[in-house]
């Protein structure tokens, strides 16, 4: 089992940025990658962005240039730094690991929320 704990979101106002947070516990050995989905009212969950242990990362197209996914991994953790926000960033999002790079894994954290005013 893998246990995903998220932090850093918040109400931030367009343009502005944010930083969240994932640390990981448990079977960790088990994780090759980690990523964040974002769930806005009404609508499916998404891929925000997601990185491998390698080091490789795939975005979604509405955050390139403005998202930076990173990871710690002495910490066990990983980052996403979010820069030139938009009203349309706002959804809960939740922080993502499993065994294969590419895909979404089995575990997930609580979510956390962030909003965006204009």
């Known amino acids: 089992q893998v246990q995903l704990v998220e932090s850093g979101g918040g109400l931030v106002q367009a343009g502005g940025s944010l930083r969240l947070s994932c640390a990981a516990s448990?079977?960790?050995?088990?994780?090759?990658?980690m990523g964040w989905y974002r769930q806005a009212l009404g609508k499916q969950r998404e891929l925000v962005a997601q990185?491998?242990?390698?080091?490789?990362?795939r975005y979604a197209d509405s955050v390139k240039g403005r998202f930076t996914i990173s990871r710690d991994r002495t910490k066990n953790t990983v980052y996403l730094q979010m820069n030139s926000l938009k009203p349309e960033d706002t959804a809960v999002y939740y922080c993502?690991?499993?065994?294969?790079?590419?895909?979404?894994?089995?575990?997930w954290g609580q979510g956390t929320q962030v909003t965006v005013s204009s």
């Open positions: 448990g079977s960790i050995f088990s994780i090759n990658a």
């Open positions: 990185i491998s242990s390698g080091g490789s990362t």
């Open positions: 993502n690991s499993g065994p294969v790079f590419g895909v979404a894994g089995g575990y």
